[in-house]
Nanobody, 127 residues
Framework: QVKLVESGGGLVQVGGSLRLSCAAS????????MAWFRRAPGQEREFVAA????????YYGDSVLGRFTISRDNNKNTLYLQMTKLNPADSAVYYC????????????????????WGQGAQVTVST
């Protein structure tokens, strides 16, 4: 049974930091590109960051570039998102997702390409 379980969310003040984790099971984690998406209330789900399965290529959404860092530990089957300089616009439910990429593709920003999703972790940034 495939599972992606996010943790590490919570309430943080403006300018603070949080690290999200996503524990994967039920599939071969190292075969999959991984990503983080988020959805704020009343908004569509937004791409945040993606990381290739070999950990050699990262891509970020414009709104988080320079503040967030995606990483993975293939030995622990875990994906991370280090978030710094948080602001209220970062408040959202954060989802991790897994994509088995076709040959020649390292990552994708298209949410419909991702096969597996977690249930999400709430991040709230207070003023």
């Amino acid at each position: 049974q495939v599972k992606l379980v996010e943790s590490g969310g919570g309430l943080v003040q403006v300018g603070g930091s949080l690290r999200l984790s996503c524990a994967a099971s039920g599939f071969t984690f190292s075969d999959y590109a991984m990503a983080w998406f988020r959805r704020a209330p009343g908004q569509e789900r937004e791409f945040v960051a993606a990381l290739s399965r070999d950990d050699d290529f990262q891509y970020y959404g414009d709104s988080v570039l320079g503040r967030f860092t995606i990483s993975r530990d293939n030995n622990k089957n875990t994906l991370y998102l280090q978030m710094t300089k948080l602001n209220p616009a970062d408040s959202a439910v954060y989802y991790c997702a897994a994509d088995l990429p076709p040959p020649g593709r390292r990552i994708t920003t298209g949410e419909h390409e991702y096969e597996y999703w977690g249930q999400g972790a709430q991040v709230t940034v207070s003023t």
